[in-house]
């Protein structure tokens, strides 16, 4: 079993920022792409940015000022988000493709719990 536990989320003024960590654990062999996603109310579930191993992906709403990077050490990954917008209120999830110890070849998606981001004066 593999569980993902986000931490990170809170109120924040415009222009500000706040840090997202997605640590993953349990029966892990190998985690492949990380991402993070958000909803807003009322809208669908989007991807903000992605990581691989061959690189990183962003929407272009957030490209420029969010950054998301990955401590393979510690099978953990981060979402950096600066010059937040209220537009950037949502609730954000982590996801990653993981194989476990007992299934190395399979990749299995997990998500997170979610964590709220507010950005408002």
């Known amino acids: 079993q593999v569980q993902l536990v986000e931490s990170g989320g809170g109120l924040v003024q415009p222009g500000g920022s706040l840090r997202l960590s997605c640590a993953a654990s349990?029966?892990?062999?190998?985690?492949?792409?990380m991402g993070w996603y958000r909803q807003a109310p009322g809208k669908q579930r989007e991807l903000v940015a992605g990581i691989t191993s061959i690189g990183t992906n962003y929407s272009d709403s957030v490209k420029g000022r969010f950054t998301i990077s990955r401590d393979n050490a510690k099978n953990t990954f981060y979402l950096q988000m600066n010059s937040l917008k209220p537009e950037d209120t949502a609730v954000y999830y982590c996801?990653?493709?993981?194989?476990?110890?007992?299934?190395?070849?399979?990749?299995?998606?997990?998500w997170g719990q979610g964590t709220q981001v507010t950005v408002s004066s």
């Open positions: 996801n990653a493709e993981v194989s476990s110890l007992r299934n190395r070849f399979t990749y299995h998606d997990y």
């Open positions: 349990g029966s892990i062999f190998r985690i492949n792409a």
